[in-house]
């Protein structure tokens, strides 16, 4: 899922300064699952702000809405009898959901209410771990299911690093598994360590959006 959390509250009250009449609208997806922009926090966080705001002198009128899916023009279409009453929307969407509903209300700014983090599994209750970073090239294949990519803090393609610390935690965080260690593992465990002696060439990163905005088109499709 796509993983998000709330900006910090001093934040979101900077950014509804002056506003009177603020649509606050969640995703009922990804950041419903990672209790971010879903109804729940929609409705919790609503009168914060208008309390927080009321504490700094401002009196604001603040409209609720959870969309299905922020990301789909559909479900956003379901904002625009609402739109017209409010003079600026705070998006608890990620970042793909906040900039289709920005599009489509032009006229209106548009305030992230989180900051979109990373494609993540929750772990543990409470807890979210990034396992991709979109990067176009996918190589679990050759990794045994586990993406160097996203969980190497140096995203090597050929590891460990060397700095792997005693325990087996990574060299730059000693919360986190290396994930090299992870893949020598798997790959003994599958007697296939030999698999992991031939040295991987440099990856194909023009997928990976360094080059620009990424575009995928199926003709198939259209
Ligand atoms: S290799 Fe790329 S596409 Fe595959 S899981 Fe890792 S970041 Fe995602
Ligand atoms: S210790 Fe492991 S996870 Fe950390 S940077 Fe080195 S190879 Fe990557």
């Not at 604001?60 to 969309?67: F, G, K």
Request: charged residues 25%; negative net charge; aromatic residues 4%.
């Amino acid at each position: 899922m796509i993983v998000a959390e709330w900006k910090p509250i001093p934040e979101l009250l900077a950014s509804l300064k002056g506003h009177k009449n603020v649509l606050l609208v969640g995703c009922a997806t990804c950041v419903a699952e990672c209790a971010a922009g879903g109804e729940r926090e929609v409705l919790t966080l609503a009168p914060v702000l208008k309390m927080g705001l009321k504490d700094q002198g401002q009196e604001v009128n603040i409209i609720t809405r959870t969309l299905e899916r922020q990301c789909e023009p559909e479900f956003v279409e379901e904002l625009a009898e609402i739109a017209p009453q409010v003079d600026a929307i705070m998006s608890l969407a990620c970042g793909i959901g906040m900039q289709l509903v920005a599009e489509r209300f032009i006229d209106l700014p548009l305030y992230p209410g989180v900051n979109t983090t990373s494609l993540a599994i929750r772990e543990q209750p409470g807890l979210w771990t990034a396992r991709c970073a979109a990067c176009g090239d996918c190589m679990l294949g050759e990794t045994f299911g586990l993406c160097p990519v996203a969980r190497c803090a140096k995203s090597l393609m050929n590891g460990p690093c060397g700095g792997t610390r005693k325990d087996g935690k990574c060299e730059v965080d000693e919360n986190t598994e290396c994930i090299w260690r992870l893949i020598v593992e798997r790959a003994e465990a599958k007697g296939r360590l030999e698999d992991l002696v031939k040295v991987r060439p440099s990856k194909n990163w023009s997928n990976s959006g360094h080059g620009g905005p990424k575009r995928m088109l199926r003709e198939d499709l259209r």
